[in-house]
């Protein structure tokens, strides 16, 4: 399953399916990006970052790919589990902008059994 | 490791009242971020700390709201003459001197409504 964003902030997707969330950023001088799991009740949990200098950084099951020239992020979650459902976020951080972090508005990823 | 903690987790004040929000960075970290988040949206900046100095305070309202960070003791989020609009979650997040701080590690949060 695929998301937009902002036009489609809930993501559905079978567990065992892969899912792809992405993000759409404003600024072209941001240097670093973040992507965040928040569940319920809870708070951010740091899932992997990237900086502007790569275009691809892989971790556990997830992978980042930034695409600078359209300003766009995308998170990829391989095997998307029950226990992956939450709110999504991407962060920017940009130069200038000292080390304060922009969010973007969330994507709610579901995965149904 | 402890992760950041914030206290209370829980906060219900009236209106014209004071709300203390509560931060303790990890351990080694000596950067402090506040952000607050409405329901179902983001989370927006608010300030930035290091100990017993504002970094950045862009974010924060101009009246009403401070923050701080002591050389002794947690980072403190102070909201006084409270009003229905500050109800929100708080979240507090640190970062290490290394790597520029800029990978942030947040707490919980204070979810705070005011009645």
Redesign the interface.
Known sequence: GESVGLHLPTLSVQEGDNSIINCAYSNSASDYFIWYKQESGKGPQFIIDIRSNMDKRQGQRVTVLLNKTVKHLSLQIAATQPGDSAVYFCAEKFTGGGNKLTFGTGTQLKVEL | NAG?M?NPRHLVRRRGQEARLRCSPMKGHS?V?W?RQLPE?????MV?LQKENI??E??MPKERFSAEFPKEGPSILRIQQVVRGDSAAY?CAS?PQKN??????????TRLLVL
């Open positions: 950041v914030q950067h971020y952000y949206e983001g989370l927006k900046f930035y970094i950045d862009s974010g979240f970062s520029r701080g800029e990978t942030q590690y947040f707490g919980p949060g």
